[in-house]
């Protein structure tokens, strides 16, 4: 909200700033029409519960240019026949499909390649926000604004991708005297590039035009923290197992896909306001069928290593490898189930892997709360008068109309791991001990050493008293 609230402030004082300099502001982009009952794109304000005077105080955002039509000519006169509802549906449908297998075929890639996939994906969701911006702060001729703006994202990267190496691959970093040493200075460097963007950012600043560009210093800035930032997060669940990255994008995936189902066939009840084709019965349709699909899915995937083991560096064949003894929480248990669901079922007890019970609360998440990150990407295109961030992929807008949901999602993983799942890791402090200088090394020993002793004796003498009463 307070998000959304900022880039409406940003929009009036542009509107000010171009009625001073004698340009007159448009009144936003026409409506591209309908996208079908999924979508949250209709900018009628009659339709999208948008008042008179909200209209009014709108009026003032600078127009936005709408990205042409790209949708394939073979689609296009395939479907030529069926209504704009209709045409949509399969247009939407086709592309889903097609989205969905280069999914599997990144999976089966690895998971290296799929961090360079989020790479590519943050870069292009980066790229469609901070081009929105650009469309209004390019038209004043103030120098600098794109430059820097992909400077800091170069910056936020490479400290977030260090801090990465250095926590998971610690043993490789140390073997490498060049990023040895980069790993050392490493908060120092990102922080001195950081200063070096920030002097040139006040450099920049051009008289009569502070305040502008002190917004979009702000929105850059805003974009990096809600892009780069939950990305990053992203990998970092990727590395603690492949299945928490894959279960929770697909839970998003699959909640996305059946309450546009439930919403096209069933909905009737509008949902939200910001997104007036979201209906209840999507809503409702959507979160069952996920819980449902997060349980099968982990099922499947619990049993495997290859998804369920962290990513790590192997010394010995100087490679990365997902290869491990599974812990308790992908093996089989058995679960005794209440009376209620006893009665219904007939069945007393059932074998579970814990994981599917945590994956109850991710899809849960997924349905209930990840529909909020597109609600909020709904009101920053309204605030702009846009139909979608870019037009990428033909019926479903640009990238960061896809990733608006998963982003939130990426951040309740992080935390849901680090709070419930994550516990020491003795690998890790092995690794870290083995860096010390060999005194360190010899002390931290004899401090381990006495410390297990006092314990052995405290436990000896709580044995003996237990004994003799």
Known sequence: MVVILFFGRLSKLTAAVSHNRGASPTAGVPNPGPRGPGSDSELKPDKDGVSDSESKVDSGVPEVPVPPDDTPEVLNKALSGL?????????????TLAMISFFFIIIYLGPMVLMMIVLCVQIKCFHEIITIGYSVYHSYDLPWFR????????????????????DYFFTLVQREEPLRILSKYHRFISFALYLTGFCMFV????????RLQFYMFGWTHVTLLIVVTQSHLIIH??????????????????????????????GRTPLIKLSPKKTWEGFIGGLFATIVFGILLSYVMASCRYFVCPVEFNNDSNSFQVDCEPSELFQLQEYTLPSVLESVTGWTTVRLYPFQIHSIALSSFAS???????????GFKRAFKIKDFANTIPGHGG????????????????VYIASFIRGPNPSKVIQQLLALRPDQQLHIFNSLKAHLIEKESNLDSLNCRCMYG
């Not at 399969?90 to 592309?95: A, D, H, K």
């Not at 170069?154 to 190496?165: A, I, K, P, Q, S």
């Not at 209930?368 to 709904?378: D, L, W």
């Open 83 to 95: 209504s704009s509802r209709w045409k949509n549906w399969w247009v939407r449908g086709i592309l």
């Open 147 to 166: 430059t820097l703006s992909w400077y800091f994202l170069l910056c936020v990267n490479y400290f977030f991708y260090g801090e990465t190496v250095t």
């Open 203 to 210: 450099l920049s600043l051009v008289k009569k035009h502070y």
């Open 237 to 266: 669940n990727l590395f603690e197992g492949m299945i928490w990255f894959i279960v929770p994008i697909s839970c998003v995936i699959c909640n996305d896909i059946m309450a546009y189902m439930f919403g096209f066939f069933f």
């Open 368 to 378: 209930i709360v990840g529909p909020f990150g597109g609600f909020f990407a709904s």
């Open 399 to 414: 990238i960061m109309d896809r990733f608006d949901c998963q982003y939130i999602m990426a951040t309740f993983v992080n």
